[in-house]
T-cell receptor
Framework: DTEVTQTPKHLVMGMTNKKSLKCEQH?????MYWYKQKAKKPPELMFV???????INESVPSRFSPECPNSSLLNLHLHALQPEDSALYLC????????????FGNGTRLTVT | GNSVTQMEGPVTLSEEAFLTINCTYT??????LFWYVQYPGEGLQLLLK?????DKGSNKGFEATYRKETTSFHLEKGSVQVSDSAVYFC???????????FGTGTRLLVSP
């Protein structure tokens, strides 16, 4: 069982919808990440939060809006997405510093219609 | 810059065969190296790691040795099982950065 929990597992949304992806971890990790993975490709980094502050934004379009309400929770708010945004969205967490390994959730499979 | 190169897949093996998946890297400084595995429909699981030269990471029968002289971190297993069928990603993280740099992934298919 993964220690990083993501909900929902699957999401279908239209281009005018607003939805949110949620991620939770209780390992005491202070770094949390959002990755996007297209089929047959490696994950691509989107955002990194460190001690609940956004530390890295990989030039992600503003239709993706991350939020870190506390050290255990990470959200990704979605608005006006495009069909090409359909992908597996992975959340991860890690200890802060020291090249600590990332622990991934099972992801949310997003389809934009 | 930092990059990871993995062998093209798929790698197709019979059960109990020996597995090698090649991984080489380019990095400044002294990165940590990782192997992650992704089973169908799931996220990535950390398989093993090594943080300095000559370290050997091992888990579930898989091994990889951090070779600084050849900038390699090849994954090996002595006897694969059908349940090992998955995509394997080699990755590095450099000191002071929070970015995990992935290789393209290698699909392993093991038949009975």
């Amino acid at each position: 069982d993964t220690e990083v929990t993501q909900t929902p597992k699957h999401l279908v949304m239209g281009m005018t919808n607003k939805k949110s992806l949620k991620c939770e971890q209780h390992m005491g990790h202070r770094a949390m990440y959002w990755y996007k993975q297209k089929a047959k490709k490696p994950p691509e980094l989107m955002f990194v939060y460190s001690y609940e502050k956004l530390s890295i934004n990989e030039s992600v379009p503003s239709r993706f809006s991350p939020e870190c309400p506390n050290s255990s929770l990470l959200n990704l708010h979605l608005h006006a997405l495009q069909p090409e945004d359909s992908a597996l969205y992975l959340c991860a967490s890690s200890q802060q510093g020291g090249n600590s390994p990332l622990h991934f959730g099972n992801g949310t499979r997003l389809t934009v219609t | 810059g930092n990059s990871v190169t993995q062998m093209e897949g798929p790698v197709t093996l019979s059960e109990e065969a020996f597995l090698t998946i090649n991984c080489t890297y380019t990095a400044t400084g002294y990165p940590s190296l990782f192997w992650y595995v992704q089973y169908p429909g799931e996220g990535l699981q950390l398989l093993l790691k090594a943080t300095k030269a000559d370290d050997k990471g091992s888990n579930k029968g898989f091994e990889a040795t951090y070779r600084k002289e050849t900038t390699s971190f090849h994954l090996e297993k002595g006897s694969v099982q059908v349940s090992d069928s998955a995509v394997y990603f080699c990755a590095l993280m450099n000191t002071g950065f929070q970015k995990l740099v992935f290789g393209t992934g290698t699909r392993l298919l093991v038949s009975p």
